[in-house]
């Protein structure tokens, strides 16, 4: 079956009730036809056009305040990405036959952020309800009736405001408890760790609501080796946050009775088993063995750590990946894999945050990063970690978490 083509612009315009779409700088770049019709503006009159110099404030009403209301709700939702659910308004509309003329008019806005594919505000949906002839149905403006209805109207949209608020506010806290756990349990990169040094990063998401479960590990293991791990858990906040210090406690404890990365990952999926929120999360395991010059590894799901040659070349460990934790309904051993390496090479470990886009192919994300080690080979781990952040991440604002492990081996 052929899949509709569907013209959205035709869409929008045919929209009920009154709807605008208006630019971060609070310029009306389209209005659908219910809004030109009830607001009594031509498309011409709008677009381009900065909203409160199409539609200004009642000079003749000095306790008028919907211009401030609706700019400091609009700017808002720019700066949070959030919806926003505005009180009852009056606004008086300047009638455009007689600019010396002022309409009385009720509205119930609701401002809506639309994003673009880095996560940044690009469009404010600005849906509006007139609620103008409801007043009069009930009474006329000004009326004792009219005045209760106003003040039913205005007491719920206040309240939805103030819910809105609170939910901001929790997020917040939600937001600085998590950052807290996860500060406490990601460890700093033990300078005695390895032969070459090594370099840990962890970078949270920008926004309030996108803090997540990513974390790395390193520890030293019998003999002349190391165990290097990074994971990444689904879902956002605080109990992402709580599950991501559960799992990577129980796969340290079990990398160091393991006899290699797979079998680590296949104690650490059947204890996941048990714990609310693990499943599907990824996570890569690597053995680093200094006296063989070998990276024994194993992923459940997880972007290949990238192994960077002296000369420049760039080889992605990607031979031994099985599905994220959970993701089976029975228990399959994991596999692993193993890679030579010469004295000189850098092993790279990082989250999905540090190479995935909306908008691109994950492959584009990994020759990005290739192409950015190669660049770099010659950089220390702490000036390749930072390099790696500075050219990867979005200018505009890291909309996930990213995790990141550098070892020169």
């Known amino acids: ?42 498309r011409a ?7 409160f ?48 003329q002022w309409v009385e008019r009720y509205w119930s806005p609701v401002n809506a952020p639309v994003l673009g594919p880095d996560g940044r505000v690009v469009l404010i ?7 103008t002839e409801l007043l009069r149905a009930r009474g006329r403006p000004g009326s004792s009736q009219a005045r209760v209805l106003e ?19 929790a997020h917040a806290r939600d ?29 949270p998401a920008a926004g309030s609501l996108n803090v997540c479960g990513d974390w790395y590990d390193m520890i030293d293991l019998p003999g002349d080796r190391i165990a290097v791990a990074v994971g990444d858990v689904v879902g956002h906040g605080l109990s992402a946050a709580c599950v991501m210090g559960q799992l990577r406690s129980a796969l ?23 714990v609310e929120g693990a499943e599907s999360t990824t996570v890569v395991k690597s053995f680093i063995d200094w006296d063989r010059h070998t990276i024994t590894y194993s992923s459940a799901g997880h972007p290949p750590p990238a192994l960077l040659h002296a000369d420049g070349t760039v080889v992605f460990l990607n031979q031994a990946t099985d599905p994220p934790l959970g993701a089976r309904p029975k228990h399959i051993p994991r596999p692993q894999a193993q890679v030579s390496f010469t004295e000189g090479a850098t092993l ?20 990005r990063l290739a192409g950015t080690l190669t660049r770099h080979r010659q950089d220390d781990p702490e000036s390749l970690a930072d390099t790696l952040l500075g050219d990867l991440l979005p200018a505009s604002g890291d909309t996930d978490d990213t995790a990141l492990v550098v070892i020169r081996l």
């Open 125 to 131: 949906l600005h849906r509006v309800e007139e609620v």
């Open 45 to 51: 009159q709008l677009l381009g056009r900065y909203i």
């Open 348 to 367: 790279v470990l990082y989250t999905d945050g540090l190479i995935e886009r909306r908008d691109e192919d994950i492959d584009t994300g990994l020759a």
């Open 53 to 100: 110099d199409v539609f200004p404030e009642n000079p003749n009403d000095p306790a008028a305040a919907g211009m401030s209301d609706v700019r400091a709700s609009m700017l808002r939702v720019v700066a949070t990405g959030e919806r926003d659910t505005m009180a009852l308004q009056r606004y008086d509309v300047q009638d455009p036959e007689r600019q010396n």
């Open 175 to 203: 937001r600085e408890v998590a950052l807290a756990l996860q500060a406490a349990m990601l460890p700093v990169a033990n300078p005695d760790i390895g032969h070459n040094g090594a370099a840990v990063r962890y970078r």
């Open 252 to 274: 340290s404890a079990a990398a160091r009775v393991a006899e290699g990365p797979a079998q680590a990952l296949d104690v650490l999926g059947l204890y996941a088993r048990s």
């Open 151 to 169: 003040a039913e109207l205005y007491t719920r949209a206040r309240e939805l405001q103030e819910l809105n608020e609170s939910l901001r506010q």
């Open 1 to 42: 079956m052929r899949e509709p083509q569907i013209d959205y612009k035709a869409v929008f315009r045919a929209l009920p009730g009154m709807v605008a779409l208006l630019t971060p700088d609070l310029v009306y770049a389209d209005a659908n036809e219910d809004f030109l019709r009830l607001a009594g503006r031509t």
